[in-house]
């Protein structure tokens, strides 16, 4: 008898890992080989699906999947400590902005909004939004971003993060505010990039610098990007890129989106993996950042240009 063989969606709900997780390990750490259809789609087999889930599970146990990927389905099975409940989560309140980060990852780990939000809520008190944003928000993102890539975290818990974050931003006193002659910024994803924390926080930023900002969520076309600055007579659209690192359709949405922007309309973009696609930001002379912090110098020089 045939041995049964899984789609890649089904193998990812039974390990807990996203697909994009699995294609990942399997395409920089050969840590599965399935067999493909006809038609080039992935096939699990049940050993399979067991060794993806024990990597997961030595990933969430500290191991480095470039060091365990390859190893034999055995020896990971030595790897996974006993099962524990429900990560710890600490009572005492966090006393710097390192504590807060750790404090907010096992808000996220639970889904606990009200802890989440609580937590921000006392960071943007003692720090301002400035400081939220760069203190707390930025190396936030970051680390939630390496624990969905690593598969401690599913997509479910990025996407959880980065509602409660946008939500709570928005609910800020001068976030999102419409200033009355202030410049405008349109802040977005390029098509095929799904994740928006890093879009969020660009708006949060480009807001407290006194910009109004037209916000549009995460993955949209060249043309639509380019159709809402040309309304909006923007003078800067700010693409977050974080995920993937290699997608061989961004280049042509970037090339798209410079061609169809006004001249005098500044593109900027950032992200964790816009440094991947710097021989095409230099060609078509997009301005790219590496962190935060060396946006805010560029939104202050365009908001009030010579």
């Known amino acids: 008898m045939d041995e049964i063989q899984h789609s890649i969606k089904v193998a990812a709900k039974r390990c807990g890992l996203s ?4 294609r ?5 750490y050969d840590a599965v080989s399935p067999n493909r259809t006809d038609t080039n789609r992935r096939l699990y087999t049940e050993d399979e699906i067991e060794r993806l889930n024990l990597l997961r599970l030595a990933t969430v146990a500290g191991h480095s ?4 990927a390859r190893l034999p389905t055995e020896k990971l099975r030595t790897l996974i400590p006993a099962p524990s409940p429900e990560p710890r989560i600490s009572s005492r309140e966090p006393t710097t902005s390192a504590g807060a980060v750790q404090a907010a990852i096992e808000r996220i780990q639970v889904m606990d909004t009200t802890g989440l939000e609580s937590i921000l809520g006392k960071a943007a008190a003692k720090h301002g939004q400035h400081g939220l944003l760069e203190n707390i928000i930025a190396p936030l993102a970051s680390q939630v971003g390496e624990l969905w890539l690593r598969g401690t975290i599913t997509a479910a818990h990025e996407h959880f993060a980065s509602v409660v974050i946008r939500n709570f931003l ?3 006193p001068r976030s999102y505010v419409m ?10 994803t390029p098509a095929g990039q799904l994740h928006e924390l890093g879009a969020v926080m660009v708006a949060a930023a480009a807001n407290d610098l006194g910009w109004r900002v037209i916000y549009l969520g995460p993955s949209l076309p060249a043309a639509e990007i380019a159709g809402a600055a040309i309304q909006h007579q923007a003078r800067a659209v700010a693409l977050s890129i974080i995920f993937p690192a290699d997608d061989a359709k961004l280049p042509d949405e970037l090339a798209q989106l410079k061609n169809h922007l006004p001249g005098n309309t ?17 060609s078509l002379g997009i301005q790219a950042t590496k962190e935060l912090g060396e ?9 009030t240009p010579r």
């Open 24 to 28: 990942v390990w399997e395409k920089r």
């Open 170 to 172: 928005m609910r800020t």
């Open 19 to 22: 697909t994009h997780v699995i």
């Open 295 to 303: 946006l805010y110098p560029i939104l202050e020089e365009l908001r």
């Open 179 to 188: 200033h009355g002659n202030a410049p405008t910024i349109i802040v977005t």
């Open 65 to 68: 999947i470039g060091n365990i």
């Open 266 to 282: 500044r593109l900027i973009v950032g992200g964790q993996a816009a440094a991947s696609y710097q021989a095409t930001l230099r």
